[in-house]
Structures are given as C-alpha cells and as structure tokens.
C-alpha cells in the first residue's frame, strides 16, 4: 500500500512539473509589466501603440495588464530573474520604490532620440514641466512620463457666475471666496479626513507657497529638527488651523468621517463649492455631474511674502520606466520614443481625456485651466514635495498624523511646527 | 463578588434578530436596486427608485470586462484544490484523531499554528520555490499553493470531526482481525463520506473568495480566477467612477455565491458542524 | 484504545506513515520553510526587488519594540481579538438561545442561512459595501435613521472614534453567521431527555440554556474562541479596503492590525515603503502573538469532552 501511494505521489509531482504552463517571455521580447487594467481607456491606448510598435519594427510584444499592484508583483519578477523590460506608474511611486532600490536606468538619452515618423527628438516634443521636477541636477531622469496630472481646487463655473464668485489667487481672496460661499449655504471645500491621498495636499501645499519648492522635503529628511524650527512652518500651521473646523471651519460639514467617495461626490453634487483634487477628478465624477456641470480648476493659492513661485504647478507624471536588468534595453527605449508621437498623444487626450506631456496637444474642456497653468507654470513641484518617495515612512508615520491632527483642530499651528520638529527627530533616532 | 444574569427576555433577542436579518436582506436588495442606477442616482438618495430598469450596467461589465471566463478559471482551480485538499488531510486527520502515538499532539498544535500564518509572510519564499518549479502564472501552481495552503485548516477540522466517531466501532472491526488500512478504508471512510463533502464545500467557498495568493501567482488575465476578476473590476470602475457598474459587477459575481450556497446549504451547514453535529 | 499491545502498534504503524508523512512534507516544503526564510529575511535590510540584502541581525526586532504605528498595530490586533471575541461570541450565543428554541426547523435552517451568507462573499466587495453603507451623508445607516426619526444617531461612522468600531460591526456581521452553525449544530448533539428532566423539575428556557446547553457546547466554543484568535489576527481584505483604503490611499491607522501593516510595509499600498525585512520581523511577531494566545485560550479555557 505505502508503495502504491509513494507511485501515485510521484506520478502527480511529475504530472505536475509537465503539464505546468510557464510563460516566460521569448528572446526579443519587449515586456510590459502595467499599471492598467484591461479595460481601462488608458490600457487601450497602450495596447493600440503597442500592437502598431510591434507591426512596424517587426518584435514581440508581452503586455501583461496588472493593475495598480504591479510594483509589488514586480519582486516576485525580479527576484526570480524573468525578464521586465517596460514598468510604469506616477513618478513618485518610481523614484520611491524603484530608483531608491537602484532598479531602473536613466532615460536622459532617450531624449536624445528622434521620434519615430516625425522630425524632432523625444526631448522636444515633450513639456519638460511634465518632468523636470524629477530631474536630477546632473540631468538624469529615470521615468519619461506619457501622462501628466497636476492638482488644484476644482469648482463648477456655472455656479460661479451664478453666484458671482470670483476665481481667487492668493489667501486673502480664497478667504473671500470661502466666505461668499458660506453666506449662499455652501460648504466652502470638501475634504476627506480618513483618506490620506486629501490629507497631505494642503500641508504640502502650504509649505510649498510659504517657504518653496523643496523646503518640506529638506527638512523631513534633517534628522537634527533643527529646519522645523523656522517661524515660517507656525505660519503654515495656521493656515492649516484655519481650515478646520476649530479655525475658520472652510470645510465641509462631516470631513472628519468622510472617505473616499464621499468628498468629491459631495462636491460634484452641489454641496461643497471646491474639490482640491489631482486632474483625474473630471473623468472620474463625470457620471454623477448634473448636465450644467461646468469643470474648473483654479491654483492653491499664493501667501503674501511667501517664498515659493506663484505660478508653480505640481507635477504628478505618470510614465515608463526601464528596467536596468531588461534584456530588451533598446527595444524599450525605442518604445519610449514611439509612444511619444503626436498621434498617440492625440489619442491619449481623447480616450483617456487626461492631459499629455506633449506639445501642442489640447486637452479635453475640463482639463483647459489646469493645462493653462502648467503652461504658464515657471516652475513645478514634485506630488508631496517629494517626501512620499523620498521619505516613505516619514510621510507615512509623521506627515500624516500630524496632518490630520491640525486639520482636525486639535492641534494649532504653533503646536504643528513644534510636532513636526520632535516627530521628525524621534523618527530619525528609529529609523 | 457574585454576579447574577437576569433572565434577557427571548422576546427583545428575537427583535434583534429580526432586525439582523433584515438588515442583510436590505443590504443586498440595495446592492441589486444600486445596480441599475446611475451613479448620479445612487447618491440622490438611497431609497429613490431607478428611474429605468436599465440593463447598461450590465452589458457594460460583461461586455468588457472577462468575468465570465474569470469564473470558468475559479471553477477549475478551485474545484481541483478542494479535491486534493481532502485527498491530502483526510488521511492525516484521521490518525492524529485517533491514533495517539508520539508526536500527534506536538503535530496537531503545529497545523493549528500553521492556519495563523499570513499569507504575506510566505508568499515570496513561495513564489520564488514555485518560480524554480516553473509553476508561476499557471492555473496548476495555483492549484497547488491553493492546497498546500488550505491543508492546516481542513487537517484541523477534520480532526475535530473524527473526534466524534466513536472508537467503538473501529475497536470491534480490530478485534475482528481488520489491518489499519481496511479499518480506514471500508469503516471510516463511509462514515465520513458526509463529513467530508461538507469539509469540500466549506474549502470550496474558502477558496473561491481568496485572492492575493491569486494577485501574486498569476499574471496573465486569461487565467485570472473570479476574485482577481472582481478585484480588477472594482479598481477599474472606482477609477472612472462609474459605481453603477461596480455594483452590477459584484451583483454578477454574488448571485453565482448565493445561489450555489443556497442549493448546497444543507451540506454546507453540516461541514461546519464536523465534529459537532451527530455523524 | 490499547496503546499497549506490540501488535497494534505494527498494524498501524503502515497507515500512520503513508498517512503522515506525505502530507507533512509537503506542509513543511510548501509552509514551514518558507516560513523559516521569512525568519532569515527578517535579519536584514531588504526592498524585495533585488537580492541585495544588508544584514542587521535583531535590529528590525529591536526598531518594532520602539515602533509607535506597529504598537498601534498590535493593540488593535487585540482589540479586535477580545472587543470583537465578546462581541461575536456573545451575539452568537444569544442567536443560539432563541435559534433553538424555534419550533419549525425549516425556519431555523432559513435563518442559519441568512446570517452565513455575506461568508460567501469577497471582502474586497464587502468593504466597499460597507463603506456606502456608513457614508456620513448618504449612507445607508444615516439615511435609514433620519427616516426613521432618529437622526440624533446618525454620526460620523468613518471618522477617528468610530471607525475601528465601523470596521468590528462589518467582521462581527460576516462572523456571527459563520459561528453560529457550528453553535446550532452543537446544539443538535444534546439529548433532548436532558431538557426534558429540567422541564420536569419546572426550568425556564432561559435556564434550560444557561444551565444544560452552554456547558454541554463549551468544546465548540473554545474552538470558535480559537478560530476567532487566529482569524482576526490574519484578517486582510476587509481592512485593506475599508473606508479611505478602497481608493489609493492606506487603511485607517485606527483599524489597521498587523496583517495589514505587514503588506503596507513590504509592499505598500501607494507608499512605497517596501522594507520587507522589517515587514518579515513583523510577520514573525504575530505568528509568536498568535501561537501564545492559542496556548493561553486552551489552558485558560476549562474544557471537557462530553460523552453521551
């Protein structure tokens, strides 16, 4: 009996190793590990650009749909030696997992490169605000982006003229504007406190405005404290104070125990009179607007003596990555380039109606203001300043908290910079 | 300190009740009613009816999105799991049961501790173990870290069955002259035979829910199982936010749960019971 | 059983080995040393992606004793093993109370079957679910109070206070179903003739539970406890996408437990924090936390198998 068993085991294991149905991509094989689900507008345009890349210059393509999970199964390709050649996902998600763990090549060449079917080079056609935040001084860049997002404060214009709102620039005249909004039974911003995509917006934000681009990064990564002790974060502190509603109460009624739907459909509904929001907001509420719904977006606004640029805009790019053990290294770059051609950004606005990196090409009607000023932008800023890819556990553990704590009231903004200064050290002294 | 626990009146437990299921029952009513509204409907209100039984929803998610052959997938795998799964802790359950000899406990308390360990712990070890057995993004290495990892659990209670059939019966089929191996075989197993199909559809259920073993053990869509499909589903649809269509998803995918579970609820309920209920 | 005869301990010898060690084989292989590899990884510094590893010995061990967000971690691990234990062991002796007193047994089938159901259903599903049902504004739960006249109750379900108790009501609903079957069916094994002298000597049905049925269902409840222990330690779809974490943002820090905090470090959710050695010291914590309470239940936890 214990042989017969021993035969059925050995049987099933061998069964098992020859019926077992590997895929492993073939030599000259371009794969792409994505960040898109299958049905999904932007995996459609991918895939199109992909099927004609394959066409034209004669290789296979694996185009493997993972969905926003794929940098974490990614190990398990790598760790395992099977070839990646393409990666993508927002530039901070990259710089922070992929370029810390010096895992992706530098893409500065493929700037160089002349875009396939047409007469200028990568670097020409595309808007170097889409991604210059992520460009290191000695000029590498590890992510060449296909898509841009920015933020800002999104607002319905038809309710605007209506109630003859003005679109406002700096602090005083947002104070203004919560305050009009009030007096009409609005709630002047939605906002989510439980979601921490919301939370770290108007921190960052401030921080960027008051003391400029790369302040809040500085000092999350100063292990002595010592930049929290500028009097210029109290400053940021009460700003941040006067949003909740132990200050001047500018948001909305349940933000504490709102999440994710909930802020940007109460907005969308007509109950909060802003939204701050990446520029995927559009599309994503489109299906609840009522059909007067009139998309647009306005700049956090600018601090009297703040020392960031008032016309700088936020850059949140998503784009490919090369993988620096990729069999394929030219294949992908080549790839990079051709995706880069008008038409296909053409039909990234259209498909997708997210905005493109590229010159020259309108974006969709709700997306004009944002697009108008990353136009007129002289300066962009990385998502979060750039302490989610940077200091990941940080903005985690310390950023956030403190975060919520102030924008819950229960801090004020003394207590903010003084929070930020001690975290800052304890979290060092750890990690 | 002595505590006396007055009488709880039946009568407020059983409101309670009522109001347990009914709630359940709303909740899946409004799941279904969601389903064909539009997003903006949704948020109205939540006892507004749609304003048209619209089927767009629907066609939408079936259209584009591969659930049905997600489900086909889920079938096979999870179908083939559950059998091995018995096939493999049966055996074992039965002789740590009711043979004490040596090690039993030491072994028993092993597998006990073996269901409290987290996927995320092992699942890299274990993809990189699978990866050199070439059984990565194949439905045939899902089906076996699907086994492998349900074993702890069904050795436990299968164990907590066996419990309960008395010895004597094996103790008079010894005594008559009976080798282990029949004892096992033409005694314990018929005895068993409802034990243990209950077992299967309980690890059925178990595995058709999973998931991340699924995220990380396949790549390609065509072999994505039904858990992996829905998951998709709802990040793609979050994302243009369409939540109409997310709830004709989930209903799509619920009503084949519900219903396999109603039909097999009899089974179902005794499987839960092994080791508890009369054998 | 006769442990003692020579003879039987031959005779059996053959299944124990055919059946033991196959199987044990493959549990160690496939679980255990992976699980053993974990316990290595923890000893380093390490992202995941490649195998460049920085060797630190207990350091990740000594960091999560001083880690804020990980003790936060485990003290909600527990809360959600004794608040949620009580909780649902509670409910389901209750159910099990008037459940068994039901007259029509079709009745009591349908019910059993009503309060399994959401078991059945995907947790990524579910907490989505949830998460319309508790919305402030529009939720379900709110709504349906302010109909009903009770809007004082309608509160913010989602925010800082009550979340951890949002997410224990969606475990404690998915729970109940699934313990009570084993409870009901416990119940089924009682004689009735035990009821019957009580009756006699004029117990109430109150009585009737407290006095015959709890201390004759004590296995299956020290089982459910065990159960409980286990799972709420592990548990991971639900959390993970309950309230802000169904979009791309991380679990509440109030209702994430270790499991969750296991993925957020390794892996991530959209942080890309991606320490997995850290993560692995993690996991081998729990597994410890894990194994005690089993211990600490079973010992605790006075329990006799009773025959009839």
């Known amino acids: ?431 | 300190m002595k505590f006396k626990l007055s009488e709880i009146p039946k009568y407020l437990i059983n409101i309670f009740l009522a109001f347990w299921i009914l709630f359940t029952i709303f909740m899946f009513g409004w799941i279904i009613m969601s389903s064909f509204k539009t997003t903006r409907e949704i948020y109205l209100g939540v006892w507004t009816l749609p304003s048209t039984f619209e089927l767009t929803n629907y066609i939408n998610v079936l259209t584009e999105f591969g659930l049905l052959k997600s489900m086909v997938n889920s079938l096979i795998v999870v179908s083939t799991s559950t059998l091995l799964v018995l096939v493999l802790s049966t055996p074992i359950a039965y002789v740590l049961s009711k043979l004490k000899f040596k090690l039993s406990n030491f072994i028993t308390f092993s597998f006990v501790i073996g269901i409290g360990i987290p996927i995320q712990t092992i699942f890299i070890p274990l993809y990189l173990l699978m990866n050199n057995l070439k059984l990565t993004d194949s439905l045939i290495g899902l089906i076996w870290v699907y086994t492998v990892t349900s074993i702890p659990f069904t050795v436990y209670l299968l164990i907590n069955f066996f419990n309960t059939i008395p010895s004597s019966l094996e103790e008079a089929a010894r005594i008559d002259g009976a080798t282990a191996f029949q004892s096992f075989i033409k005694i314990m197993l018929p005895l068993a035979r409802s034990g243990l199909i209950s077992a299967g559809i309980f690890v059925f259920v178990m595995l058709w829910k999973e998931f991340i073993l699924a995220l990380v053990f396949i790549g390609t869509e065509s072999k994505q199982p039904i858990s992996l499909g829905l998951y998709s589903l709802i990040t793609k649809l979050t994302y243009t936010g369409d939540w109409g269509g997310l709830f004709a998803g989930v209903v799509l995918v619920i009503i084949p749960s519900v219903i396999f579970y109603s039909i097999l609820a009899r089974k179902f309920i005794a499987g839960l019971t092994m080791g508890i209920g009369k054998s | 059983m006769n442990h003692n005869s020579e003879v039987y301990k031959q005779r059996y010898r053959k299944l124990i080995l055919t059946a033991t060690i196959p199987v044990i084989g493959i549990y160690f292989v496939f679980m255990i040393f992976p699980l053993l590899q974990s316990l290595y990884y923890s000893l380093f510094n390490w992202s995941g992606f490649s195998k460049e590893m920085e060797f630190i010995a207990a350091n990740n061990y000594l960091n999560l004793a001083k880690d804020g967000i990980f003790l936060r971690t485990l003290f909600n691990s527990i809360k959600y093993v004794f608040v949620g234990g009580i909780v649902i062991i509670g409910i389901t002796l209750l159910f099990t109370y008037v459940i068994s007193n039901f007259k029509s047994r079709k009745l009591r089938d349908i019910v059993q079957m009503i309060l399994f159901v959401p078991n059945t259903i995907s947790p990524v599903a579910l907490a989505l679910l949830w998460n319309f049902v508790l919305n402030t504004r529009w939720g379900l739960l709110n709504e349906t109070l302010k109909t009903l006249g009770l809007g004082f109750l309608a509160k913010g379900w989602m925010g800082q206070d009550y979340i951890f108790y949002a997410a224990l009501s969606l475990l404690v609903w998915i729970n109940v179903g699934y313990f009570i079957v084993m409870y009901l069916a416990a119940v089924d094994r009682i004689p009735m003739s035990l009821y019957e002298s009580a009756e006699i000597d004029g117990a109430t049905s109150w009585n009737k539970f407290t006095k015959i049925t709890v201390p004759l269902i004590k296995d299956v409840i020290e089982t459910s406890m065990v159960l409980w222990s286990i799972f709420s330690f592990k548990i991971f779809g639900y959390l993970f996408v309950f309230g802000a974490g169904g979009a791309g943002s991380d679990p509440a820090l109030e209702i994430r437990n270790i499991a969750v905090q296991i993925y957020l470090t390794g892996f991530g959710k959209r942080t890309p924090i991606n320490k997995l050695g850290y993560a692995s010291a993690m996991a081998i914590l729990l597994l410890f936390f894990v194994a005690l309470l089993v211990y600490l239940i079973r010992k605790l936890v006075f329990t006799e198998v009773v025959e009839y």
Not at chain 1, 116 to 138: C, F, H, M, R, W
Not at chain 1, 305 to 332: F, H, Q, R
Not at chain 1, 360 to 383: C, H, I, W
Not at chain 1, 420 to 426: A, L, S
Request: net charge negative; charged share 25%.
């Open chain 1, 1 to 431: 009996m214990f042989k017969k068993i021993s035969v059925l085991v050995i049987v099933v294991l061998v069964g098992l190793l020859t019926l077992s149905n590997m895929v492993y991509a073939e030599e000259g094989e371009l794969v792409y590990w994505s960040m898109w689900e299958k049905g999904e507008p932007q995996q459609k345009v991918l895939e199109e650009a992909f099927n004609d890349f394959s066409e034209e210059f004669d290789v296979e393509v694996d185009l493997n749909w993972v969905g926003r999970d794929n940098l974490t199964t990614l190990k398990t390709r790598t760790l395992s030696e099977q070839n990646v050649d393409l990666v993508d996902k927002k530039a901070e998600e990259i710089y922070g997992a992929l370029v810390a763990n010096d895992m992706v090549k530098d893409l500065s060449n493929v700037l160089e490169m002349k875009v396939p079917n047409e007469d200028n080079t990568v670097g020409e056609v595309l808007i170097e605000e889409s991604y210059n935040a992520y460009q290191k001084e000695d000029g590498t860049v590890h992510m060449l982006p296909y898509n841009f997002i920015t933020s800002a404060f999104w607002y319905d214009k038809a309710l605007f003229r209506d109630l003859s709102i003005e679109v406002p620039e700096t602090w005083d005249e947002f104070l203004v504007m919560t305050e009009k909004m009030k007096e009409n039974d609005l709630e002047p911003v939605a906002f989510g406190l439980q979601t921490g995509v919301y939370v770290g917006y108007f921190p960052y934000l401030t921080s960027v405005r008051i003391l400029g681009e790369g302040a809040l990064n500085r000092a999350a990564g100063d292990p002595s404290g010592k930049l929290f002790e500028d009097p210029a974060w109290e400053r940021v502190g009460e700003v941040l104070y006067s949003f909740s509603k132990e200050g001047d109460n500018l948001l909305m009624e349940n933000y504490e125990s709102s999440v994710y739907p909930g802020p940007q459909m109460d907005w969308v509904m007509g109950i909060a009179g802003t939204f701050y929001c990446g520029s995927w907001i559009p599309i994503e509420t489109k299906s609840a607007a009522g059909p007067d719904f009139e998309y647009g977006s306005f700049q956090f606004p600018t601090f009297e003596g703040g020392k960031g640029d008032p016309t700088a805009v936020e850059s949140y790019p998503i784009g490919m990555s090369i993988l620096k053990n990729s069999d394929n290294v030219e294949l992908a770059e080549k790839f990079i380039a051709f995706f880069s051609q008008e038409k296909y950004a053409e039909k990234w606005v259209e498909v997708t109606k997210n905005m493109s990196p590229r010159k020259g090409v309108e974006p969709a009607p709700e997306l004009q203001d944002a697009y108008q000023s990353l136009m007129k932008a002289e300066k962009t800023f990385r998502l979060y300043d750039g302490v989610q890819a940077d200091y990941p556990t940080w903005y985690s553990n310390v950023f956030l908290p403190i975060s919520r704590d102030v924008l819950s009231g229960n801090i004020n903004g003394k207590e903010f910079a003084e929070q930020m200064r001690i975290q800052t050290i304890k979290h060092w002294k750890q990690n």
